[in-house]
């Protein structure tokens, strides 16, 4: 036998009369407990963390957001921008016309442009000067003008699209094993409908891949649909240094 047992059965009440007008049993049975509120506020650190994951963003960046930081990638500042990308020309028969492999370095006006080919182009604002490896010569163009790639032009393009009409924003893809956000809208520019596509690396944003898809009638009224592809191998922004800027000027022929 346990004493302390014995002792805690003999206080164990066995008949609630012995306890009439003591206590109100009652009441004690029917009021329903109360909820203890949590004071979360009063632990700063569980609160901080509590903020944190409130305010962290559920989804992607929306097409907007993605243009903005988009146009940040690839607008030069004080640096120079370089691109070596591949590219092509698909008709809708199948039939490709490749324009290999290009390297393009951009700083203001100035601009240098070199082929896999051999050709190269080099404008200071002034005028254009062309080397043709067929002829090894040179050629003087004064009052011409470069116009860079579209890749790196897409910035004005998406933010005239962006003015003029609404960019989609399509399904993520991967380009090279680079995840990508992908953008997508149209113009209008007389007869013929282009619809522009740009891969941007979802990291960097910088640009991965640029297609032009234009169909329509041509000037002669026969229909044509061709898919400009720039496939971007390097993108960078380099130092406007003074060895940097010697990449701007003609290669030795």
Same mark, same amino acid.
């Given at each position: 036998? $346990?004493?302390?047992?014995?002792?805690?059965?003999? #206080?164990?009440?066995? $008949?609630?009369?012995?306890?009439?007008?003591?206590?109100?049993?009652?009441?004690?049975?029917?009021?329903?407990? &109360?909820?203890?509120? &949590?004071?979360?506020?009063?632990?700063?650190?569980?609160?901080?963390?509590?903020?944190?994951?409130?305010?962290?963003?559920?989804?992607?960046?929306?097409?907007?957001?993605?243009?903005?930081?988009?146009?940040?990638?690839?607008?030069?500042?004080?640096?120079?921008? *370089?691109?070596?990308?591949?590219?092509?020309?698909?008709? #809708?028969?199948?039939?490709?016309?490749? *324009?290999?492999?290009?390297?393009?370095?951009?700083? /203001?006006?100035?601009?240098?442009?070199?082929?896999?080919?051999?050709?190269?182009?080099?404008?200071?604002?002034?005028?254009?000067?062309?080397? $043709?490896?067929?002829?090894?010569?040179?050629?003087?163009?004064?009052?011409?003008?470069?116009?860079?790639?579209?890749?790196? &032009?897409?910035?004005?393009? %998406?933010?005239?699209?962006?003015?003029?009409?609404?960019?989609?924003?399509? !399904?993520?893809?991967?380009?090279?094993?680079? !995840?990508?956000?992908?953008? &997508?809208?149209?113009?209008?520019?007389? /007869?013929?409908?282009?619809?522009?596509?740009?891969?941007?690396?979802?990291?960097? *944003?910088?640009?991965?891949?640029?297609? $032009?898809?234009?169909?329509? !009638?041509?000037?002669?009224?026969?229909?044509?649909?061709?898919?400009?592809?720039?496939?971007? %191998?390097?993108?960078?922004?380099?130092?406007?240094?003074?060895?940097?800027?010697?990449?701007?000027?003609?290669?030795?022929?």
């Amino acid at each position: 036998m $346990d004493p302390v047992l014995d002792r805690v059965r003999a #206080a164990d009440p066995v $008949d609630p009369g012995e306890f009439a007008g003591r206590a109100n049993f009652d009441a004690l049975v029917l009021e329903p407990p &109360r909820r203890r509120r &949590r004071r979360l506020l009063a632990f700063p650190g569980l609160a901080a963390v509590l903020a944190a994951v409130i305010v962290v963003p559920g989804s992607a960046p929306q097409a907007s957001e993605i243009i903005r930081r988009a146009n940040a990638a690839i607008a030069p500042g004080d640096g120079i921008l *370089y691109a070596k990308s591949r590219a092509e020309r698909r008709g #809708a028969d199948g039939a490709r016309e490749s *324009y290999g492999t290009r390297e393009v370095w951009v700083h /203001g006006a100035a601009m240098r442009w070199l082929e896999d080919t051999g050709n190269e182009e080099v404008s200071d604002g002034s005028g254009v000067t062309r080397f $043709d490896p067929r002829t090894g010569k040179l050629a003087e163009h004064p009052n011409m003008q470069m116009v860079a790639g579209e890749i790196f &032009r897409a910035g004005e393009l %998406l933010r005239s699209a962006r003015a003029n009409r609404d960019v989609e924003l399509l !399904d993520d893809e991967s380009v090279g094993g680079r !995840d990508a956000h992908v953008l &997508r809208w149209h113009e209008q520019r007389g /007869g013929p409908t282009i619809e522009m596509t740009l891969w941007v690396d979802k990291e960097s *944003y910088e640009p991965l891949r640029f297609t $032009d898809h234009s169909w329509g !009638d041509d000037v002669e009224g026969r229909p044509f649909d061709e898919t400009f592809t720039e496939n971007v %191998l390097e993108f960078e922004t380099l130092p406007d240094t003074a060895q940097n800027r010697k990449l701007l000027l003609m290669g030795p022929h």
